[in-house]
């Protein structure tokens, strides 16, 4: 993830170097490029952010219905025992 974050920041500053370069205008349309390219990054750093948060919680998800699996099994059969205990417990109407 820090990896991920640091290439990001790098690839903001070949961008901003790259609007510099290009740019043979005034400063203020410098700026101008160099907050657009910045809106970009900001953008994709949010995506990349949001899918690492959905894959972590559906890692998350697996984990625990791969550890609760076999509880549930487990509470199952112990349901099914006691609802034969209560109808065999139970007179025939």
């Known amino acids: 993830m820090k990896a991920s974050l640091l290439f990001l920041l790098a690839c903001t500053a070949v961008l901003a ?4 370069a290009d740019s043979a205008e005034e400063p203020k349309a410098l700026v101008q ?11 994709m750093a949010k995506d990349a952010f949001s899918r690492v ?3 972590e919680a ?7 219905l791969s550890d609760n699996a076999e509880l549930a099994k487990q ?3 112990w ?4 609802l034969a205990e209560l ?3 139970t ?3």
């Open 17 to 20: 170097l790259g609007a510099r």
């Open 33 to 43: 490029k160099v907050q657009e390219l910045a809106q970009k990054a900001t953008a």
């Open 53 to 55: 948060r959905g894959s």
């Open 58 to 64: 559906a890692q998350q998800a697996r984990q625990w």
């Open 75 to 77: 509470r199952l059969v």
């Open 79 to 82: 349901l099914k025992e006691q």
């Open 87 to 89: 109808l065999k417990k």
């Open 91 to 93: 007179p025939p109407a």
